[in-house]
C-alpha cells in the first residue's frame, strides 16, 4: 500500500494494483464531509441566517404571538435548517463552535427581542443569562443530543464491524467517539446516569444496549434542565484548556468614554450606537460606486465598502494618500439615500451587500498606484491582490 496525496495505492499478490482515490470535501444528501468541519458549519449558519429573514418579522418578532410558541417554532426551524445531520459532527474546533452559537444566539436574541438597537428599549444581556432566564437549549447540546442519539442506534441496529471501529478509535481518542466519550462524561451529570460517571466506553455501550429508550428519554429530559445547558465548557483561543496566566485579555477603550470592550468590533457598535461615528471609510468613499483605485464597478456602495474595508489593502491605503474626505452630514445623506434600498433588501432576506449584478472594471487609465509590497508582471497592485 503507498499513499500519495489524494489517493492509496493498494498493490494485491504483487500483481494487481487498485488506485482509491478520496477528495477533501464531497457533499452527501445536504451535508458537506471532509477533513475539516468548517466549511460545513459555516454553510448551516449561513443558510439559518439568511433563511429566518422572512420568520423574523411575521412569526419571531410578532408580539401577538406568545413567546414560548415563538421559540417552540423557532427550534423547530433551527432542528430542520441548522443541525441536520450534526450527529456525525466530530468536536468541533473553536472557530466554528463560536460561529455556531454564534448564529443560534442571535436568532434567539431576535425572538426574545434582547439585541443591541431593539425599538422596545429591552436591555441586553449576555448569552448565558439568556439562556438561563428562558430556558433554552444550548446550541452545543443540540449537537450532543444529536450524537448519543445516534451512537445508540450504531449500538443496537449497525454491524457489528461498525461498532468495532467505533471502540478502536474511542481506544486511542480521536474522531467522532472522542466527541461520543465527551458527551457521555456530560450526561453523567444527570441523576440517572451518576453512577457511569467514571465508566469507560465499552461500559457505557452495555449500558446503552440494555435500555436504550431510557437512555434516549434520559438524554431529552437532561438537556431541557438549565443546568444542563450552562454546563458547557467556554471555547478558549488555546483549544479549550486554561488560560495562561501570563496571557492579559486584551482590551478595546473608547475615546470619547470610559467604555471598554474585548474586541475592535464591539467597539465599533458602541461608538456608532452611542456616539453616532460612523465607518470612517465612508468618508473616504462619499458616494462612490466605484473603488477609485483599481476603478472595480461594484453597483452599490455597501459592496465597494466592504471591498475597502476587508479586501484590499493596497486599495485602502492608497485611498487614504489620494481621495478627499467628505464631512459627516454628506455621509449622513448618501445613507439616507440607500436606507430605503437596505430596508427592501433584508426584507426579501438578503444581506445589504447582497450582490445582485458581477463586478465590473470600469474604462482606466488607473493613476498611479502606491505598492506595499512586490510587484507584479499581470496586476498593477501587485503580488498578492485580492480581486475581489
Known amino acids: 500500500m503507498h499513499s500519495n496525496g489524494n489517493a492509496i495505492d493498494i498493490v494485491i499478490n504483487d500483481v494487481k494494483t487498485i488506485n ?5 470535501l464531497y457533499k452527501h444528501v445536504g451535508t458537506r464531509f471532509g477533513t475539516s468541519l468548517n466549511a460545513e458549519v459555516f454553510s448551516r449558519c449561513g443558510i439559518m441566517s439568511q433563511g429566518a429573514g422572512c420568520l423574523k418579522k411575521k412569526i419571531l418578532q410578532n408580539s401577538s404571538i406568545k413567546l414560548e410558541k415563538r ?8 432542528f430542520t435548517k441548522g443541525t441536520f445531520q450534526c450527529s456525525t459532527w466530530s468536536d468541533l474546533s473553536p472557530t466554528a463552535a463560536k460561529k455556531f452559537h454564534g448564529a443560534i444566539m442571535s436568532l434567539y436574541r431576535y425572538t426574545i427581542g434582547m439585541y443591541h438597537g431593539n425599538k422596545q428599549g429591552i436591555q441586553n444581556i449576555n448569552d448565558e443569562d439568556i439562556l438561563y432566564l428562558h430556558n433554552v ?6 449537537i450532543r443530543v444529536a450524537r448519543l442519539s445516534l451512537w445508540s442506534r450504531i449500538l443496537c441496529k449497525a454491524p457489528k464491524i461498525v461498532i468495532d471501529l467505533c471502540m478502536d478509535l ?3 481518542q480521536v474522531g467522532w467517539p472522542a466527541a461520543v466519550m465527551a458527551d457521555l462524561k456530560w450526561i453523567s451529570s444527570s441523576e440517572k446516569c451518576a453512577h457511569l460517571a467514571e465508566a469507560t466506553f465499552e461500559d457505557w455501550a452495555a449500558e446503552i444496549k440494555g435500555n436504550r429508550k431510557g437512555f434516549i428519554g434520559n438524554i431529552k429530559k437532561f438537556s431541557k434542565l438549565r443546568y444542563a445547558n450552562t454546563l458547557i465548557p467556554p471555547i478558549e483561543p488555546n483549544g479549550g484548556g486554561p488560560p495562561s496566566s501570563s496571557e492579559q485579555p486584551l482590551t478595546f477603550n473608547c475615546n470619547l468614554c470610559n467604555f471598554e470592550a474585548d474586541t475592535c468590533q464591539k467597539l465599533a457598535i458602541h461608538k456608532f450606537k452611542v456616539h453616532k461615528v460612523k465607518n470612517v471609510w465612508k468618508s473616504y468613499l462619499g458616494d462612490h460606486v466605484h473603488c477609485p483605485i483599481c476603478l472595480k464597478h461594484f453597483h452599490t456602495r455597501e459592496r465597494v465598502l466592504n471591498h475597502v474595508r476587508y479586501r ?11 481621495n478627499r474626505m467628505w464631512t459627516d452630514a454628506e455621509v449622513s445623506e448618501f445613507d439616507a439615500c440607500d436606507a430605503e434600498s437596505h430596508t427592501s433588501t433584508q ?9 445582485e449584478a458581477p463586478v465590473i472594471r470600469l474604462v482606466g487609465p488607473l493613476l498611479p498606484i502606491l505598492l506595499q509590497g512586490n510587484e507584479s508582471n499581470h496586476h498593477p ?6 480581486y475581489t
Open 20 to 24: 482509491l482515490k478520496f477528495p477533501k
Open 170 to 172: 474511542a481506544a486511542i
Open 137 to 142: 437549549t444550548n446550541p452545543y447540546t443540540m
Open 71 to 78: 421559540l417552540a417554532i423557532l427550534s423547530a426551524y433551527i
Open 347 to 355: 426584507a426579501s432576506g438578503k444581506r445589504r451587500h447582497h450582490a
Open 312 to 322: 484590499s489593502e493596497i486599495c485602502r491605503h492608497n485611498l487614504v494618500l489620494r
Open 381 to 386: 497592485l501587485g503580488v498578492g491582490h485580492r
